[in-house]
């Protein structure tokens, strides 16, 4: 299923002769990973080939999607560099290395009584920090597709036992998603946060996504009202541009309800709950469209 659905994702903008290229790192890692399964139970191919996928919907070049396909086959298949080498280059065989050599440590280890106890904090930080600057520099692809790694696992957590999940989404949190915010990728900062908050604070998570659904048909009307508004004066000032309403993600509610309680003020769980997302085409555009809305409704002086 999932493998069809990259097959069309990668149609979309790659050439024959690189999508040859990239079914050819498929085929070879099917083989590698047969009759190898996750903790799910799930095939475990399946687990690469969500990682390619996820960098697939963000438009990846082949070397990235056949390198996300092959990640772990040294690790888990006992395949060399030099394999991959001969087989598919020195860019897919440095990328796959790197991803199977980048460990990442997190500093907020828990010792035997599962209290968090930080332990050379600075050490392992710089530590980390070199090992993601040494990556980042010989080839930035390799944290995107580390990340994207990290987001399949954070997806399938719920087969691991409940040390380890809290274990990973903790490093998650403190390490993964600050990455991928520092890289500008949105989506995956957002999903990773989302993802640890849900097995960090269970009673929290479910808390705010109740508070969302409870709210969904108010705020989608809010948000509708808000966007026939907005469309309204951008056409005025022929700028051409989607505007998309979405949900805010549970964990920066969370994040938001604590702030506000922390300085006596009151969450609206309308207007703190929703987000509207203009894409226009140019810089020039978008500065006009942030004129047109602070024309429309006032901002903020105090950021919150
Ligand atoms: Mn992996």
């Known amino acids: 299923m999932e493998t069809n659905l990259l097959i069309k994702q990668l149609k979309a903008y790659m050439s024959k002769s690189k999508l040859d290229f990239v079914k050819e790192a498929l085929l070879f890692a ?3 990973h047969q009759n190898q399964f996750r903790k799910s139970g799930d095939p475990f191919i ?3 080939v969500s990682t390619a996928l996820y960098l697939a919907n963000m438009r990846m070049d082949s070397t990235t999607i056949a390198s996300a396909l092959l990640h772990d086959v040294i690790e888990d298949c006992g395949v ?5 080498n001969e087989k598919f280059g020195l860019h897919v065989a440095n990328l796959v290395d790197g991803v199977t050599k980048l460990k990442i440590n997190n500093p907020k280890a828990k010792n035997s009584n599962g209290n968090i106890q930080v332990i050379d904090t600075e050490q392992i930080r710089a530590a980390n920090l070199r090992k993601i600057l040494t990556a980042m520099s010989d080839d930035v692809r390799v944290i995107l597709i ?3 790694d990290r987001l399949h696992n954070m997806l399938t957590l719920e087969a691991l036992k409940k040390e380890n999940q809290v274990k990973i989404a903790q490093e998650t949190l403190d390490i993964y998603a ?3 915010h520092r890289l ?3 989506d995956m900062k957002w999903r990773l946060e989302d993802q640890s908050f849900k097995y960090l604070m269970p009673e929290k998570y479910k808390m705010i996504s109740r508070l969302i659904s409870r709210k969904r048909v108010q705020r989608e009307s809010y948000v509708n ?3 026939k508004e907005i469309q309204a004066e951008i056409v005025k000032s022929q700028i051409t541009g989607n505007i998309y309403g979405r949900p805010k993600h549970l964990y920066s509610i969370y994040k938001k309800i604590e ?3 922390s300085q006596g003020k009151q969450f609206d769980e309308i207007y703190d709950l929703i987000a509207i997302r203009i894409i226009v085409k140019t810089v020039p555009e978008c500065y006009s469209t942030l004129g047109i809305i602070h024309n429309l409704w006032k901002p903020l002086t105090k950021c919150v």
Not at 80 to 84: D, L, N, Q, R, S
């Open 30 to 32: 099917q083989k590698n």
């Open 259 to 261: 702030r506000y309680s």
């Open 184 to 186: 500008g990728i949105w």
């Open 225 to 227: 009202k808000a966007i």
């Open 146 to 148: 580390k990340l994207a």
């Open 178 to 180: 600050p990455l991928a």
């Open 80 to 84: 060399t560099k030099e394999e991959i």
């Open 46 to 48: 399946d687990h690469p």
